[in-house]
């Protein structure tokens, strides 16, 4: 079993023994979650640490796209309860990368990707600086806010 994964079992029984209702809520939808990932597909299989965060950013933006269509629904005490799931399902996720550092981190894979190619990249090669920049980014950004930092660099 994961790491991830054991740490989120125990600490829900934690938060079951401390009457904490909110986390309990939310470790089990997480538990769920992996569980339902582990059996989807045509065979049965244990989720590796990287697998189960990326069912937790699925499930942290799930709870910010919520709390947003609460929050322009006028219903801003859902839109909190949203916010504060996300919060916790965040805890076992890592740091996010401020803005100076992704651009640092896109600026390095246009290199990278203009040394490959011997010329400066352009929008045709996107893909390919996109792919270095996630292999340095590893989850600590969300897939559009890495798109950004490349189409900015690329002059896009």
């Known amino acids: ?18 009457r904490e209702t909110t986390r309990t809520g ?12 582990e059996v989807s597909g045509k065979e049965a299989r244990e989720l590796s640490d990287e697998e189960v965060r990326a069912v937790l950013s699925k499930e942290v933006k799930k709870r910010d796209e919520s709390a947003a269509a609460f929050d322009s629904a006028d219903r801003p005490d859902q839109a909190a309860s949203e ?5 916790i399902l ?5 740091t996010q990368l401020d803005d100076a ?7 390095e894979a ?15 090669q996107m893909g390919q600086v996109m792919k270095a920049a996630n292999t340095k980014v590893e989850g600590r950004a ?3 806010r890495v798109a950004a930092a490349v189409k900015a660099e690329l002059g896009i």
């Open 142 to 144: 969300e897939g559009g």
């Open 101 to 107: 550092e992704l651009a640092r981190i896109a600026r």
């Open 1 to 18: 079993m994961s790491e991830l994964k054991e740490r989120l079992r125990s600490e829900l029984t934690a938060a079951i023994k401390q």
């Open 90 to 94: 965040r805890e076992y996720l890592p």
């Open 110 to 124: 246009v290199s990278e990707v203009a040394e490959e190619l011997g010329d400066t990249p352009g929008p045709k």
């Open 26 to 37: 939310v470790l089990r939808m997480a538990l769920s979650a992996i569980g339902s990932e």
């Open 83 to 87: 916010r504060a799931e996300g919060e």
